[in-house]
């Protein structure tokens, strides 16, 4: 019976095998990237005899499964370490920003201008009114325009 063909082998060069090792042994870094350090190192081919994945897993203290995605994404990633144990920077953030700087602009030229007739000030509720009837912006909160005006250094008097 012959052995499975070895599928994603994990080759470390000597600069990667020393940047991991001080992954693993200095500094505070989160937990899963020191535990895919960890998983890195042990599948090294370079260093040593390979053990089975089930023996890293145990050893790191993670599920094979574990093991066989890191080294998959080793493979897939040209064997760029970086890419595999830090996290991926997102491309656009999870939610969009409701006020974007035109928004903000307008917010502030807004609270810059005389308030209605009746009123002496522009109080954030009363801003909140005049925003939703203003055409280009979207309702806003008035604990929005609060915060908005606020990063923008405008104050309320």
């Not at 899963?32 to 390979?50: F, G, I, K, Q």
């Not at 996290?87 to 939610?95: F, G, L, Q, S």
Request: glycine share 8%; net charge positive; proline share 6%.
């Amino acid at each position: 019976m012959m052995p499975r063909p070895k599928d994603h082998v994990v080759e470390l060069t000597d600069a990667d095998r020393a940047s991991l090792t001080r992954v693993v042994s200095r500094g505070a870094h989160p937990v899963r990237t020191v535990m895919r350090a960890r998983v890195l190192l042990e599948l090294d081919e370079n260093a040593r005899a390979v053990p089975h994945r089930r023996v890293v897993a145990e050893r790191v203290g993670v599920s094979i499964q574990t093991v066989y995605l890191i080294a998959k994404q080793f493979t897939a990633s040209g064997g760029d370490v970086h890419a595999v144990i830090h996290r991926k920077k997102r491309v656009t953030p999870p939610v969009p920003a409701k006020v974007t700087g035109d928004v903000e602009a307008r917010v502030i030229a807004l609270a810059c201008t005389r308030p209605p007739e009746g009123y002496d000030r522009w109080s954030l509720r009363l801003l909140e009114k005049h925003v939703a009837l203003t055409d280009g912006i979207g309702p806003l909160d008035h604990s929005t325009i609060g915060r908005t005006l606020k990063k923008g250094g405008f104050v309320l008097t």
